[in-house]
């Protein structure tokens, strides 16, 4: 952590926010816009700077929504307790790791995920998506909510009912911070 010298004394400078890129990869079904991330709540570790989430939805060639949260990072058991809190009794999957919950985390950010395509709009309030550190050099993601059920099988994925469609999410494999997402009609 930087030291800032004032007047002989020493004070610890906030850590400068970094951009952290999460990606929900839409795989069945074409991203239009109004598709997006509402946010309605985050939390960090005390000390820690949050600079807010801007969240890009491509229409094009990669067909996804980015989101991408500027925050600092520094992992801690109160950010685990807060995303837990929030799924509650629903589920929650990650990359890298087969935890059913994380234990400690740099950061989440809660609310609600809109997808439009086609004559399906489909409104999924209460997804909670966070960054944990599982190794020294690279850090997992985690994705859940109080409406998402967890299944188990070859790989972990999460189905969440909601209004106007049925998502399904799941780990894609390609990197710690990429998410398949798959749409349904009602």
């Not at 079904?29 to 939390?43: I, Q």
């Not at 993601?141 to 299944?151: A, F, N």
């Not at 998502?167 to 998410?179: Q, W």
Request: proline residues 4%.
């Amino acid at each position: 952590m930087a030291l800032l010298l004032l007047g002989g004394s020493a004070y610890a400078a906030a850590p400068q926010p970094s951009p952290n890129d999460f990606f929900f990869d839409a795989l069945d079904f074409k991203v239009e816009n109004g598709s997006g991330f509402d946010v309605t709540g985050h939390a960090i570790t005390n000390g820690q700077t949050f600079g807010g989430v801007n969240v890009n939805v491509d229409t094009g060639t990669l067909n996804d929504i980015h989101i991408v949260v500027s925050a600092s990072r520094e992992n801690s058991a109160p950010v685990a307790d807060w995303f837990r809190n929030l799924v509650d009794a629903g589920g929650a999957i990650a990359s890298i790791t087969s935890a059913k919950f994380p234990s400690a985390l740099n950061f989440a950010v809660s609310g609600d995920l809109t997808l439009k395509a086609g004559a399906i709009t489909a409104v999924c309030k209460g997804v909670v998506i966070a960054q944990g550190h599982t190794w020294l050099i690279r850090n997992n993601w985690w994705v859940g909510g109080l409406s998402m059920k967890r299944q188990d099988g070859d790989y972990p994925t999460l189905v969440q009912k909601c209004d106007g469609g049925t998502i399904k999410v799941e780990p894609a494999g390609l990197g710690a911070n990429v998410f398949n997402l798959y749409l349904s009609g009602p």
